[in-house]
Structure formats: C-alpha cells, structure tokens
C-alpha cells in the first residue's frame, strides 16, 4: 500500500476527476459495501470476541446490523438528498429563479475510537460514499483485530484512491492531521477532540466531533422502577458499559433508592445471571490499562453489589456504587465501564444545578411518569440528546440527531444527517436577462420607500 502522502494525493486528484461525484458511482459502491460488509460479517463478530468480549448477537444488534440498517436507508434515500433543489426566489429578485446544488466536500478524514469499532467506523463511511467525497480512515489501535478485518474488507472493495484505510497507533493520526482535509469526523474522547479541533481550525475545515463524558441519569419518585431497571441493566452494561451514551452516573430519589437499589440487582442478575463474569454474553474491558483505571475507580467508593474482578481476562462484573459522593474518583471522569455510581436526591433543583455545574453531558435520561419533572429537565439542561423512560436507544434512529453539545462534542449525524455532513450545499440565485429592473442600483433618488416594500 502507498504511503500516507502518495494516497493524499491520490485522493485530491480522484476527487477532481468528478468520479466519486456520480450518482451511478455511489450507488454502485454502496451496494458494493453493503455486500462486503454481510460478507465479512462472521470474520467481524470473531474479531470483536477477541477484542470486547462481545458474543455474536450483540455484535450483529449493536454494530453490523446498525451499519447495515444505516445502509440500506441511505441506499433508498440519497438520491433524492443529492438532487438540485429548487426554492423560493424573493420578489426583491425578479426575475429570478434560486436553487440548492448539494455537493461532495471533497476528501474527508474519518478517525473512530475502538469501543464500537465497526459501527463507529463504517457509518460515517456511508456518509462519505453517498455524498460522493473521498476518504481516509483510521480506525483505533487497541481494537486491532477488529481494525485487521475492516482493513482486509476496505483494502478488498475499494481502489486507494478513493477509500483507504491506515492502522497504527497515535503516531499515525498525528501524520494524518497534519495534512490539510476538506471535511474531519472525528469519534473518540474529548482531550483528543481538543487535538483534532486545534488542527482542523489551522486550515478552517469543517469538522464533527462526537465525543464523551459523564451521562447522568434521573429516577424520580413517579418512576416505575421495574420498567426502570431492566432498560438500564441493558443500556448500562451492553459492552460492558464501554458506551459513549452509557448511563453513568445516577440521581435517585430519596424515596426510591432502596427499592430501586434491590430491583437494579434482580434486572442485572436476570439479564446476565450471579457470576457475569463466567458469563460469555457479559463484554470484557478492552485493555489491561482500563481495567486497572477501572478498579481504581471502584476502589474510591462504597460497594453495594459486584466489583468482581478477573484480572487475567479484564473482566470486572456488573458494579453499583452506593451511596456515592461528589468528591469520589468515580464522579471526576467519565467511567465507560460496567459501574455504576448512585446518588440519592431530594429536591429536582438540587440536581439541576448539580448537572449545569459541569460539562454539558453528550445524553441525560430520565425515569418518571411525570410530564412537568420531564418538561423541567429538558427545558432548563444542555445537553446532546436522550431519551425519557429509555437510555441510549436514541442512538437507533435515522431520523433523530445523534451528537453532543459543548464539551460533549460538535455536530451529529444518522441517516440524512450523515449525508449532510459530508456535504456542502451551494446557493445559487439564478437571474434571467430578460429584464433588468435598476430598482437595487444607483442612482438612489426616492427608491428607500419601494426598495423598504420590497425587502419586507
Ligand atoms: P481516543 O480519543 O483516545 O481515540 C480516538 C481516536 O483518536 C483513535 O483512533 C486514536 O488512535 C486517536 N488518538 C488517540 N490519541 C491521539 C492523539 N494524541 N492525537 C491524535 N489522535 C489520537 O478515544 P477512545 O479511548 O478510543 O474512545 C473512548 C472515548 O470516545 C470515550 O470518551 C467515549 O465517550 C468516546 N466516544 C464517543 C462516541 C460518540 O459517538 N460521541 C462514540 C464512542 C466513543
């Protein structure tokens, strides 16, 4: 495989043939990616076993069948997203007509984190492809096997020139953000986000920056705790909780702790049984430097259930801590793992200023039946998005925005937003030459009145 620079250039000089602009073109390569990507699908859920620990439903439910689903709406979709459009034309412009030309903005960077390595890859990719732009991809180093695989499949469907993907480690998506791009999407933490925002703002290029941090969650007194609890011990603990928009932190109320405390064990043990970690559908932690940070985190806080650990396979069971304080490791980063840190509340305003302290969170759950506590926290918080009596499953959405806000990231994508994304959309006032009315030109004269009718 060529170098990074040689594929660089490559890539510019394909962009400007006008290729990967055909409709035809994407289509065929769309199509082309959907196949590869059911071809490989057995050779990805074995190289996300060895890397996450994830069984083979969880891979197809939480990465291949997101990807594929993402694909084939877009397949039914972007033609119509890509055509011209036509738009009102203001009567200041007669004779007039203005259009819309949705276009590829060219080579695009793509760098994905390795918590969900398949989808957080392949799904902006279905954004550059359809938009018609070329791009380099950079998967993380610390899910390697399952990076091997997408390389394999990349390297077998696509010509360099247009797709290319590069391994490595830090070093590489150094060189690479040392190059000038048209477009960045960027997944992965936020000191790393800073590093990509800094580069891209030296040469002004559009970026999207899907990052972490802390999610909390609300359980008011309204809650229906069993419903509750078994939407969290999935949300909280698929991936072993290595989940961007994993619940994170937890605000009971102090009415409910107990009940809510006795219920989460039961939906925990129902979902994955006593010994999670003997349990093949329960994940591991990607590497040994996130276990350790994992138990040290642990290790700051009371335990009420859990904190099993199996150093050996990185595995640390289903944990809750409780009661936990502000002060703790635990509430100073985000945890992405099977931990959860529980708090109790009494007023809703306490915490409502708890959350504006800190960092706008990328999502914010809350459990109630209460339709004024619901409207109260979405109307006086900042956050990325979310979901009511639910967690993260607004990330399975076409039409829902996916992304945070502020410190929680920049932009969002999922179906036609992904397509947007890449794209830059041309507005083009198209004036006839039949007629030319001077109305707008000098000499000015007494032209403010009609010119004042005109323009309101
Ligand atoms: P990370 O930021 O360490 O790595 C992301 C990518 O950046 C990888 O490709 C990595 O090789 C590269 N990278 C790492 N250090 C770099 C540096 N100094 N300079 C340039 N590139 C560098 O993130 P991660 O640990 O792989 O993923 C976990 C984080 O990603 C969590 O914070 C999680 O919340 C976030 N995340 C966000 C989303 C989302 O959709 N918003 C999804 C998944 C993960």
């Known amino acids: 495989m060529?170098?990074?620079?040689?594929?660089?250039?490559?890539?510019?000089?394909?962009?400007?043939?006008?290729?990967?602009?055909?409709?035809?073109?994407?289509?065929?390569?769309?199509?082309?990616?959907?196949?590869?990507?059911?071809?490989?699908?057995?050779?990805?859920?074995?190289?996300?076993?060895?890397?996450?620990?994830?069984?083979?439903?969880?891979?197809?439910?939480?990465?291949?069948?997101?990807?594929?689903?993402?694909?084939?709406?877009?397949?039914?979709?972007?033609?119509?997203?890509?055509?011209?459009?036509?738009?009102?034309?203001?009567?200041?412009?007669?004779?007039?007509?203005?259009?819309?030309?949705?276009?590829?903005?060219?080579?695009?960077?793509?760098?994905?984190?390795?918590?969900?390595?398949?989808?957080?890859?392949?799904?902006?990719?279905?954004?550059?492809?359809?938009?018609?732009?070329?791009?380099?991809?950079?998967?993380?180093?610390?899910?390697?096997?399952?990076?091997?695989?997408?390389?394999?499949?990349?390297?077998?469907?696509?010509?360099?020139?247009?797709?290319?993907?590069?391994?490595?480690?830090?070093?590489?998506?150094?060189?690479?953000?040392?190059?000038?791009?048209?477009?960045?999407?960027?997944?992965?933490?936020?000191?790393?986000?800073?590093?990509?925002?800094?580069?891209?703002?030296?040469?002004?290029?559009?970026?999207?920056?899907?990052?972490?941090?802390?999610?909390?969650?609300?359980?008011?007194?309204?809650?229906?705790?069993?419903?509750?609890?078994?939407?969290?011990?999935?949300?909280?603990f698929?991936?072993?909780?290595?989940?961007?928009?994993?619940?994170?932190?937890?605000?009971?109320?102090?009415?409910?702790?107990?009940?809510?405390?006795?219920?989460?064990?039961?939906?925990?043990?129902?979902a994955y049984g006593v010994d999670q970690i003997g349990n093949d559908e329960f994940g591991k932690i990607i590497n040994h430097h996130h276990y350790q940070r994992l138990c040290s985190l642990i290790e700051g806080s009371p335990v009420y259930y859990g904190a099993m650990k199996d150093e050996q396979r990185n595995k640390i069971s289903a944990t809750i801590l409780f009661p936990v304080k502000e002060d703790e490791p635990v509430m100073q980063e985000e945890i992405f793992g099977p931990v959860m840190a529980v708090m109790e509340y009494e007023d809703l305003d306490d915490v409502i200023s708890f959350i504006r302290n800190r960092p706008h969170p990328l999502a914010l759950y809350i459990f109630s039946e209460n339709r004024k506590n619901i409207e109260r926290i979405h109307s006086s918080l900042i956050f990325g998005g979310g979901c009511v009596n639910d967690a993260i499953m607004h990330l399975v959405s076409h039409t829902l925005p996916f992304g945070g806000v502020g410190d929680s990231g920049l932009g969002s994508y999922h179906g036609k937003r992904t397509f947007m994304d890449f794209s830059h959309e041309k507005g083009i006032l198209d004036h006839a030459t039949w007629l030319d009315i001077t109305l707008r030109s000098a000499p000015f004269g007494r032209k403010e009145k009609i010119i004042k009718t005109m323009l309101h």
């Not at 076993?49 to 969880?58: A, N, Y």
């Not at 994170?248 to 405390?261: N, R």
Request: proline letters at 4%; aromatic letters at 10%.
């Open 2 to 236: 060529s170098s990074i620079a040689e594929v660089y250039e490559k890539q510019r000089n394909f962009f400007y043939s006008g290729k990967s602009k055909d409709i035809a073109f994407r289509k065929e390569n769309l199509k082309k990616f959907r196949s590869a990507i059911i071809r490989y699908e057995s050779k990805m859920k074995d190289a996300l076993r060895l890397d996450l620990g994830k069984s083979p439903t969880e891979s197809y439910e939480t990465e291949i069948g997101i990807v594929l689903s993402e694909l084939n709406y877009t397949l039914r979709h972007f033609e119509k997203w890509a055509k011209k459009k036509r738009v009102h034309t203001p009567l200041l412009h007669f004779p007039s007509k203005s259009y819309i030309i949705t276009e590829p903005l060219g080579n695009s960077l793509i760098m994905s984190p390795w918590n969900y390595p398949v989808q957080l890859t392949l799904v902006p990719l279905i954004g550059a492809i359809s938009s018609g732009c070329t791009a380099v991809v950079k998967p993380s180093r610390y899910s390697g096997e399952t990076s091997l695989v997408l390389k394999e499949m990349i390297d077998e469907i696509f010509d360099e020139e247009y797709i290319a993907l590069f391994l490595g480690g830090r070093d590489v998506n150094t060189e690479l953000l040392s190059y000038k791009w048209d477009y960045i999407f960027f997944t992965g933490s936020v000191n790393v986000g800073r590093i990509v925002a800094e580069k891209a703002a030296k040469d002004l290029t559009k970026t999207t920056l899907e990052l972490g941090g802390k999610s909390p969650v609300i359980i008011d007194e309204s809650a229906d705790l069993k419903r509750t609890t078994t939407r969290l011990a999935f949300a909280k």
């Open 238 to 270: 698929i991936n072993a909780g290595q989940t961007c928009v994993a619940p994170d932190y937890f605000f009971v109320h102090k009415t409910k702790s107990k009940e809510f405390l006795s219920l989460m064990v039961k939906a925990i043990e129902k």
